[in-house]
C-alpha cells in the first residue's frame, strides 16, 4: 500500500501545510508516501493523475479560511470534471473545515478534517479506507450527515516542526498556539482551544539552526499575541521571552533579522509597557510592532470581549512610538451592534493614532464559522465613516483589506443560508 500526498499549496495557506509536513518529517507514518505542491486546479489535477499512476491511494489536502470556501468549492468541482476516482480523497482542513463540517461536506469534499490536523494527517496515510478509525474526522454517512469521528489527537508543539526541511519550505516558526481571551469575532480560541501552547526556547533554536544551516537570515512567528509567549495568564512573562529572543538573536549570523510583534503576529495593547519595549530594541529588526485595537469605542470592546479599553489602545501608540517602533493598529469596523457614535470614536482614535506617527490596518468584522458571533448581523457602516476610511488611507495613515472583506462578510452570510446547519453525529472511535 502506499499514498500520494497533493497538496493545494496556495499563498493563502502554506501554514498550515507547512505544518503538516513538519508532523510527517518528525514520525513519518509506516505507509510509503510521495508529497507533491499544486499550485493551480490544473497541477492538482494534474498531480492526482499521476499519483494515480504511482500509488494506490491519493489524498488531496486543502486548507482553508471560511471566507474562500465557497471559491474552492467551485474549484474542487473543476478538479473532479478533470480527474476522478474511488481511490481519490478530497481532504478538507482548516478552520473553516473544523467549524463547518457539514457545510464541507455538502459542497464536495469527501472528508473534513476537524481541528488539529498533525496526528489525524499522520493515522489517515496509514488508515487504508478504515476512516472511521482515525480521529478528528466527519465523513458522510449513508444520508449524507456528516459522521464526526471523536476529537482530534492534540500534542505539544514540540512535537513536530513549524516547516519542511526535506522540501525547504520555510515560514514563520508557530511559538504559540490557542489563546486564553475570548474577543468574539476570533476563530483562534475556538480553534486551538482557550489556553497557549508555547513551544520551547530549545525547540525554536533548532528551528532557527535548521533554517540558518539551509541559508535562511530572516525568523518571524506566528502567535496570537507576541508578549504572552511563556506564560498562562494575561500577564506577560517578559523574562521568557527575552530569553526567546536572545537564544534567537544568538544563532542568527550577524546580518539575520529577528522579527517580534510584527506581521504575522501583534501585540495586545496592555502588554506595550516602556519595559517590554526597551527589551524588544535590544533584540528586533522590525521597526514597527502591530498593536490590536479593534475599536475606539470602550461600549464595543467590552461587547467583543477584548479585555481591554479605549484608553489602554492610546497609550500603547504613546509608548510605542517613543521607542522607536512605528505602531500599526488594527481596527475592526461594523462589529455587531456598533453604532455611528461607537465608528465616530473608533475614527477619532484612528486620527490620534495617525497624529502619533501610527497607522491604521483597517478590516470590515465577518461572521466567521465557530466564533461567538457567526450569526450575528454586521452593523451598517454609514457613508460618512467610509469616506473618512478613504481619506485616512489617501493621506498614507491607513492601509488593509476592509473593502474586500466587507464583501466577504456578505458571501459568508450567503453561504450560511444556502448550507442550513445539520448536526454532526458522533462515533466513538477506540484508539
Ligand atoms: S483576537 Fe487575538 S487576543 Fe483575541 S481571542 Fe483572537 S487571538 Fe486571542
Known amino acids: 500500500m502506499s499514498v500520494a500526498l497533493v497538496l493545494r499549496y496556495r499563498k493563502a495557506n502554506t501554514y498550515g501545510h507547512h505544518a503538516l509536513l513538519g508532523a510527517l518529517e518528525a514520525e513519518p507514518p509506516d505507509t510509503p508516501f510521495t508529497v507533491a505542491f499544486a499550485t493551480s486546479p490544473e497541477a492538482t489535477a494534474s498531480a492526482i493523475a499521476e499519483g494515480l499512476r504511482t500509488a494506490d491511494r491519493v489524498l488531496v489536502l486543502w486548507s482553508f479560511y471560511s471566507p474562500d470556501a465557497p471559491a474552492l468549492a467551485v474549484e474542487l468541482a473543476t478538479i473532479r470534471t478533470l480527474v476522478d476516482d474511488d481511490r481519490v480523497l478530497h481532504v478538507a482542513g482548516g478552520v473553516h473545515a473544523t467549524a463547518e463540517p457539514q457545510q464541507v461536506l455538502d459542497a464536495g469534499w469527501d472528508v473534513a478534517a476537524i481541528g488539529e490536523g498533525e496526528t489525524t494527517l499522520l493515522r489517515l496515510v496509514d488508515a487504508g479506507d478504515s476512516l472511521t478509525g482515525v480521529r478528528g474526522l466527519a465523513v458522510r454517512d449513508s444520508d449524507g450527515v456528516a459522521l464526526r469521528t471523536g476529537p482530534a489527537i492534540t500534542r505539544e508543539l514540540d512535537a513536530f516542526g513549524s516547516f519542511s526541511l526535506r522540501h525547504h519550505k520555510y515560514g514563520p516558526i508557530e511559538l504559540t498556539r490557542g489563546c486564553i481571551y475570548a474577543c468574539k469575532f476570533c476563530q483562534t480560541p475556538f480553534m486551538f482551544s482557550a489556553r497557549f501552547r508555547h513551544r520551547s526556547v530549545e525547540n525554536v533554536r533548532w528551528h532557527v539552526r535548521a533554517m540558518v544551516a539551509d541559508g535562511m537570515k530572516d525568523v518571524r512567528f506566528t502567535t496570537p499575541t507576541s508578549l504572552s509567549y511563556g506564560t498562562q495568564t494575561e500577564e506577560p512573562d517578559l523574562d521568557a521571552v527575552e530569553e526567546l529572543l536572545g537564544t534567537v538573536r544568538a544563532e542568527l549570523p550577524s546580518h539575520g533579522r529577528l522579527f517580534f510583534g510584527s506581521f504575522p503576529s501583534e501585540i495586545r495593547p496592555e502588554h506595550v509597557t516602556p519595559e517590554a519595549m526597551r527589551m524588544l530594541r535590544k533584540y528586533v529588526s522590525n521597526d514597527n510592532i502591530i498593536i490590536g485595537a479593534q475599536s475606539g469605542s470602550d461600549r464595543m470592546l467590552a461587547a467583543s470581549r477584548r479585555g481591554h479599553g479605549a484608553g489602554p489602545v492610546l497609550d500603547a501608540v504613546r509608548i510605542a512610538a517613543e521607542a522607536g517602533f512605528r505602531p500599526n493598529v488594527d481596527f475592526l469596523f461594523g462589529m455587531p451592534g456598533e453604532s455611528s457614535a461607537d465608528a465616530d470614536a473608533s475614527l477619532t482614535l484612528a486620527r490620534e493614532v495617525a497624529a502619533l ?75
Not at 367 to 393: C, H, N, S
Not at 398 to 420: I, M, S, V
Request: proline share 8%.
Open 357 to 431: 506617527g501610527g497607522r491604521v490596518h483597517a478590516h470590515t468584522f465577518m461572521p466567521l464559522p465557530g466564533t461567538p458571533w457567526r450569526d450575528a448581523e454586521p452593523a451598517f457602516v454609514a457613508a460618512e465613516t467610509i469616506t473618512t476610511i478613504d481619506q485616512l488611507a489617501a493621506s498614507g495613515a491607513l492601509y488593509g483589506h476592509w473593502r474586500r472583506q466587507a464583501e466577504h462578510a456578505t458571501q459568508l452570510a450567503e453561504t450560511a443560508k444556502a448550507y442550513p446547519r445539520r448536526t454532526p453525529r458522533r462515533r466513538t472511535v477506540e484508539q
